[in-house]
């Protein structure tokens, strides 16, 4: 399928035309046009000019039979030679500017893409809230089946990340509750994190001041190399059991709030869609009435997977609402006793160097007292 794509780089305005496989889905197209933006960015950037990188907040696409933008929900609203148009999360650096598209051109980094002319739309208006852009990869499981409260985890689009198993977050292990936070943390797959990478991380669910986060990062790296293996991981779960189940669950609970967000989301922007297309079809001939009734019925499994997606987000609400005394009690005795166990250890080692210039002194006298050992 041919396609054309528009986005702004660095100020500029740059329209796309590539052939994608009739197979990718949603989430494909979406990593394949941040990567071809990714190149085409750097081959347009000034050598004095910082690096942005490439993120997709909003995807639109040109409705030609009503000749305006809308937003792009599903593959199926793309035909050959659609134009889509790629908005990147509103910032300081960075602002799309409304003006016309420039005609479409193939990657400078693809080889020969065949040209097919159309004409060009303007520039769609921005209308975004700032979420940023995050891969949904779910598990294997229906749309009605994340109803229930099994949870659909939110993923980095890094390729390296590893998924969670199709289960509830109770049930996960603790070997791959700490594999999947250390690879969430691990951004870059660099089989590393960093204490800035470690304390940025953990302030996303608990605010610990800089003292606390020190002490969870410098417990399990004595020699102060300044970064953790997966392996380490292993023993802040052994000194701290409590604390990182509880980020644990609260990024789990995090994750979910956006995963339902993102669904509620999506369900108003189809059942908006689906709603014109109702209209559309009412025009139309009497044999379109089969799918015009599909849709209605698609439209109020929408309105109960909405209804009952803000309940579940209710209910997170109010639970964590009811258990943060709890949990900050439980963390500040666990880090109580860490600190007692380490001053515990320091007493020791200046009772065994008083002991030894008791025995030195003792010997030089010719004395046979030596000091006690516990």
Same mark, same amino acid.
């Given at each position: 399928m041919y396609l054309r794509i528009c986005a702004d780089l660095y100020s500029n305005k740059i329209n796309l035309e590539v052939n994608v496989s009739n197979k990718i889905d949603l989430i494909g197209l979406r990593e394949l046009i941040v990567g071809l933006m990714e190149q085409e960015g750097d081959l347009m950037r000034a050598p004095n000019q910082p690096r942005s990188p490439f993120s997709i907040n909003r995807l639109q696409v040109f409705n030609e039979q009503v000749g305006k933008w809308v937003d792009l929900v599903s593959m199926g609203q793309l035909r050959d030679g659609s134009q889509l148009y790629a908005f990147q999360p509103q910032t300081n650096q960075h602002s799309d500017v409304q003006q016309d598209l420039p005609p479409p051109r193939p990657p400078s980094t693809v080889g020969s893409i065949r040209h097919m002319p159309q004409p060009i739309p303007t520039m769609p208006t921005q209308h975004v809230s700032q979420h940023g852009a995050r891969s949904v990869i779910r598990n294997?499981?229906?749309?009605?089946?994340?109803?229930?409260?099994?949870?659909?985890?939110? $993923?980095?689009?890094? &390729?390296?990340? $590893?998924?969670?198993? &199709?289960n509830s977050s109770a049930d996960v292990s603790e070997t791959e509750k700490l594999k999947y936070i250390f690879e969430e943390m691990d951004q870059e797959a660099t089989g590393r994190v960093s204490i800035t990478l470690f304390v940025t991380w953990v302030r996303k669910f608990i605010d610990f001041n800089d003292e606390t986060l020190e002490l969870l990062f410098n417990s399990v790296d004595p020699h102060r190399k300044g970064w953790l293996a997966p392996s380490d991981f292993e023993g802040l779960s052994k000194r701290f059991p409590n604390v990182m189940d509880i980020i644990f669950h609260r990024a789990a609970d995090s994750w979910d709030v956006m995963n339902r967000e993102a669904e509620i989301q999506q369900a108003q922007q189809t059942i908006q869609n689906n709603t014109l297309q109702e209209e559309e079809i009412h025009r139309s001939i009497q044999a379109l009435q089969a799918q015009l009734a599909s849709m209605q019925a698609e439209n109020e499994a929408l309105h109960q997977q909405t209804q009952t997606n803000v309940t579940l987000n209710a209910e997170v609400t109010t639970r964590q609402g009811t258990m943060h005394n709890e949990e900050r009690a439980l963390m500040e005795r666990e880090i109580n006793m860490e600190r007692h166990r380490e001053a515990l250890r320091d007493s020791e080692v200046l009772f065994l160097e008083q002991s030894q210039q008791y025995n030195l002194a003792a010997s030089a006298l010719g004395s046979p007292r030596r000091a006690k050992q516990y």
């Open positions: 294997q499981t229906s749309v009605s089946g994340s109803a229930s409260g099994s949870r659909v985890y939110l $993923q980095p689009a890094h &390729q390296h990340q $590893q998924q969670l198993p &199709q």
